[in-house]
C-alpha cells in the first residue's frame, strides 16, 4: 500500500451521451468522457495517465438536471500512462496489482454544485480492498438523449 500514497485521481464523468429520456441514471458512453489521473513522480515532475475500461452512471434530478450522484467500476488493468514498462509495474503487485484486485471503484457520497456546471463530488474510492473518502471535482459539458 505504501506505493499508493497520495493518488490524485480526477475522474472527467460528465458529457452525457448516451441515456434513457425520463430515467434519473445515466450511462456514460466511454467515447465522451474519460477518467484519469495525475501523480507526483520523486517530487520532480507530475505523471498523468487514465483508465481506459470502465463503467460508470450518474444520477440527475429529473427535473433540473444538477447531478445527485456518481458510481464507477474501473477496470485496473486498462491503465494508459503512455509509457507501457511503466503500465506493467503499475498493474503489478508493487502498485494496484490487477490480478487480486481487477477493479477500482467509486461511489459517491455528496455531491456540491460549485458553479453553474461545476461539481464537486466527495465519495468512497475502492484500491486494492481499500475505501477511503476522497474529493473530485467535474464538469457537466451537456446531455443527449441520441445513441
Not at 483508465?51 to 485496473?76: P, Q, S
Not at 461545476?118 to 474529493?135: F, P
Request: hydrophobic fraction near 35%; proline fraction near 2%.
Amino acid at each position: 500500500m505504501s506505493h499508493l500514497k497520495k493518488i490524485g485521481l480526477m475522474m472527467m464523468f460528465f458529457g452525457f451521451h448516451h441515456a434513457w429520456l425520463h430515467a434519473a441514471t445515466y450511462t456514460l458512453d466511454p467515447s465522451h468522457t474519460s477518467i484519469g489521473f495525475s501523480v507526483k513522480h520523486l517530487m520532480i515532475t507530475d505523471v498523468s495517465g487514465q483508465f481506459k475500461t470502465y463503467e460508470a452512471k450518474v444520477e440527475l434530478d429529473e427535473k433540473t438536471n444538477e447531478l445527485k450522484g456518481v458510481e464507477a467500476n474501473i477496470r485496473v488493468s486498462s491503465i494508459d500512462t503512455e509509457n507501457v514498462k511503466r503500465d506493467g509495474h503499475l498493474k503489478s503487485p508493487d502498485f494496484f496489482d490487477a490480478e487480486q484486485f481487477p477493479i477500482i471503484l467509486f461511489k459517491s457520497r455528496t455531491v456540491n454544485k460549485l458553479g453553474t456546471d461545476e461539481y464537486e463530488v466527495i465519495g468512497d474510492l475502492t484500491i486494492k480492498g481499500i475505501t477511503k473518502t476522497i474529493t473530485l471535482r467535474g464538469k457537466n459539458t451537456g446531455l443527449s438523449t441520441q445513441e
